[in-house]
């Protein structure tokens, strides 16, 4: 298997746990400098994918090269080339955030003079100075994260594994953090994340959609839209979003699937957009329901995910 300007590439990468498959036959080509998403609900097999990818569990079948190492013979050999961070923050609440970087730079083997460089440089590419010496036990989530990342690139890896890196975490920070990811793949490494929330794919140059252990689509934000929808997306606004819903999901057959999107109600239509959208009309004037008129939408990824895991299309 040849990596050919990829920092990751799988093939039939599968992972059964008795008789059930967490991962099943995976294929997967990371370019090197991509942010590359991993999308999918909580036991999609994301983690189990990350976990095989960073040399900590052996796959049952398939294999996968990172940084040019295979996961099967150089496992070792990987994780000097990665950076990972794991959804439970793997820190020692005892020490404090310098003694933590200090920790983990002597686990990668880096060496004191470059240890004490590094650690001030990332201290202040993410905002720890003021931290530096207190214990992470008694700091808030926001700042473990950060944390956590800084120990994950104390010693310059080539590839960083996100998993679920922003769980738990208030909107600004999370995007706050998709800054810092963003700023790191510039510089060339290679940022691999798993994700469940919506919103933060649209910052992947590309993504993975997993259900039930296998990739069922692939590609950027805009391919993933266009090719998931044959008709053009309905929005409804309305003050009484969860009545909207219940009633028009009564009428899913006739209209098309339809889901919540905050104070919005959206439509993927089965037939002509128009003909539903008068139905729509029809349906909650008669069910004296106020809303906004129906009207056409863009559809978000969370859109996307609703119809792919449905399996509408």
Same mark, same amino acid.
């Given at each position: 298997?040849?990596?050919?300007?990829?920092?990751?590439?799988?093939?039939?990468?599968?992972?059964?746990?008795?008789?059930?498959?967490?991962?099943?036959?995976?294929?997967?080509?990371?370019?090197?400098?991509?942010?590359?998403?991993?999308?999918?609900?909580?036991?999609?097999?994301?983690?189990?994918?990350?976990?095989?990818?960073?040399?900590?569990?052996?796959?049952?079948?398939?294999?996968?090269?990172?940084?040019?190492?295979?996961?099967?013979?150089?496992?070792?050999?990987?994780?000097?080339?990665?950076?990972?961070?794991?959804?439970?923050?793997?820190?020692?609440?005892?020490?404090?955030?310098?003694?933590?970087?200090?920790?983990?730079?002597?686990?990668?083997?880096?060496?004191?003079?470059?240890?004490?460089?590094?650690?001030?440089?990332?201290?202040?590419?993410?905002?720890?100075?003021?931290?530096?010496?207190?214990?992470?036990?008694?700091?808030?989530?926001?700042?473990?994260?950060?944390?956590?990342?800084?120990? &994950?690139? #104390? +010693?310059?890896?080539?590839?960083?594994?996100?998993? /679920?890196?922003? =769980?738990?975490?208030?909107?600004? !920070?999370? *995007?706050?953090?998709?800054?810092?990811?963003?700023?790191?793949?510039?510089?060339?490494?290679?940022?691999?994340?798993?994700?469940?929330?919506?919103?933060?794919?649209?910052?992947?140059?590309?993504?993975?959609?997993?259900?039930?252990?296998?990739?069922?689509?692939?590609?950027?934000?805009?391919?993933?839209?266009?090719?998931?929808?044959?008709?053009?997306?309905?929005?409804?606004?309305?003050?009484?979003?969860?009545?909207?819903?219940?009633?028009?999901?009564?009428?899913?057959?006739?209209?098309?699937?339809?889901?919540?999107?905050? &104070?919005? #109600? +959206?439509?993927?239509?089965?037939?002509?957009?128009? /003909?539903?959208? =008068?139905?729509?009309?029809?349906? !909650?004037? *008669?069910?004296?329901?106020?809303?906004?008129?129906?009207?056409?939408?863009?559809?978000?990824?969370?859109?996307?995910?609703?119809?792919?895991?449905?399996?509408?299309?």
């Amino acid at each position: 298997m040849k990596t050919n300007g990829f920092a990751v590439t799988a093939k039939a990468l599968t992972k059964s746990f008795g008789g059930f498959t967490a991962v099943d036959r995976v294929d997967l080509a990371v370019k090197k400098g991509e942010i590359f998403g991993f999308l999918g609900a909580n036991g999609a097999g994301k983690s189990t994918t990350i976990r095989m990818l960073c040399g900590l569990l052996e796959p049952t079948s398939g294999d996968a090269l990172v940084a040019g190492h295979s996961i099967l013979g150089e496992p070792e050999e990987i994780k000097k080339c990665i950076g990972y961070m794991s959804q439970k923050f793997s820190l020692y609440n005892i020490l404090s955030v310098r003694e933590n970087m200090e920790f983990y730079s002597g686990v990668y083997g880096v060496k004191e003079e470059e240890m004490r460089k590094r650690t001030k440089e990332l201290a202040l590419e993410l905002e720890l100075e003021s931290h530096m010496e207190t214990m992470v036990g008694v700091l808030p989530p926001g700042i473990k994260q950060r944390v956590a990342l800084a120990c &994950a690139l #104390v +010693h310059k890896p080539e590839i960083l594994f996100l998993d /679920e890196p922003t =769980a738990g975490v208030d909107p600004v !920070l999370r *995007r706050r953090f998709w800054e810092m990811i963003g700023g790191f793949s510039k510089s060339g490494v290679t940022v691999f994340v798993t994700t469940h929330y919506m919103d933060e794919v649209e910052h992947c140059h590309r993504i993975a959609l997993m259900n039930e252990g296998r990739i069922i689509r692939e590609g950027t934000t805009d391919e993933l839209k266009k090719t998931t929808f044959r008709h053009r997306l309905i929005e409804i606004e309305t003050d009484e979003v969860v009545k909207v819903f219940i009633e028009l999901s009564r009428h899913a057959e006739r209209i098309g699937s339809v889901s919540m999107h905050g &104070a919005a #109600v +959206h439509v993927v239509p089965g037939r002509a957009p128009q /003909e539903v959208k =008068a139905e729509i009309e029809e349906i !909650l004037k *008669r069910e004296n329901l106020s809303h906004v008129k129906p009207r056409d939408a863009v559809p978000s990824m969370e859109d996307v995910f609703v119809k792919l895991i449905k399996g509408d299309d």
